[in-house]
């Protein structure tokens, strides 16, 4: 007697039909990073922040000594790093998300960064991937496509107390200064600048708390999927 069978899974099957991916994009500080982690959980999905993939190359240059514009370093860097391999309250620090910036403005090294968080969205039941480029480059197929924003003063004051509460305490006008800098760098760029794709849905966080904004983004993401 031979064993049953599993079926072969088509995409006509539920379990792969059922396959969700969220992309988040948006600024710094916009709140995508608390928004994606939240859908992540609400759905049982893995959650990758993309932002600390840049972080890790600049924070890894940096240790070495090497100059955040060396191009063949950072790609060099960027090609072989170990993630597990750092402390996240060193990445999550103010200069290594300006740092990160800086190196994300190299081609090569988005490129060298691609594979890493297309085969992380490809795994198991789907994923949720936050970052600036996710909906327009990295996962141009995904289900359900968000564009979180806010003010850039607004941003600034959420950015000035999570420092804060995290020790670093920082004038509310610089944060200020690093977000504009940040945003006309990383909307600036030439390869994959942050941009909102065509099918993705905004949604302004600025006069909204957390939990509004989750709601918001879960009536948008149970609408993409009923469509
Ligand atoms: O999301 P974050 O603030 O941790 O990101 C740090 C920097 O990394 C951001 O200023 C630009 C860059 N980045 C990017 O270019 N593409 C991504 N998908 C994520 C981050």
Do not use: N, W
């Amino acid at each position: 007697m031979t064993a049953p069978q599993a079926p072969v899974p088509t995409a006509q099957t539920p379990a792969l039909a059922r396959r969700l991916v969220i992309a988040v994009d948006g600024p710094a500080a916009s709140g995508k990073g608390t928004l994606a982690r939240r859908l992540a959980r609400h759905y049982g999905l893995p959650h990758l922040d993309t932002g600390l993939l840049y972080r890790m190359v600049a924070l890894a240059m940096l240790d070495a000594g090497l100059r955040l514009d060396d191009a063949e370093a950072a790609a060099a860097t960027a090609a072989g790093f170990d993630q597990g391999a750092f402390e996240e309250a060193r990445l999550r620090g103010r200069a290594i998300g300006e740092a990160a910036s800086v190196v994300a403005a190299i081609p090569e090294v988005r490129q060298a960064l691609i594979a890493r968080q297309r085969d992380f969205a490809a795994a198991g039941p789907g994923a949720v991937l936050d970052g600036r480029d996710i909906g327009t480059v990295i996962c141009p197929q995904a289900t359900v496509k968000l564009f979180v924003t806010a003010s850039p003063e607004i941003r600034a004051e959420r950015r000035h107390r999570e420092l804060a509460g995290r020790g670093e305490t920082t004038p509310y006008a610089a944060i200020l200064d690093d977000i504009r800098r940040r945003d006309a760098r990383d909307s600036g760029r030439g390869t994959a600048p942050l941009r909102m794709a065509d099918d993705a849905v905004l949604l302004d966080t600025s006069a909204l708390g957390i939990e509004e904004a989750f709601a918001a983004a879960r009536a948008i993401v149970e609408g993409r999927r009923a469509a």
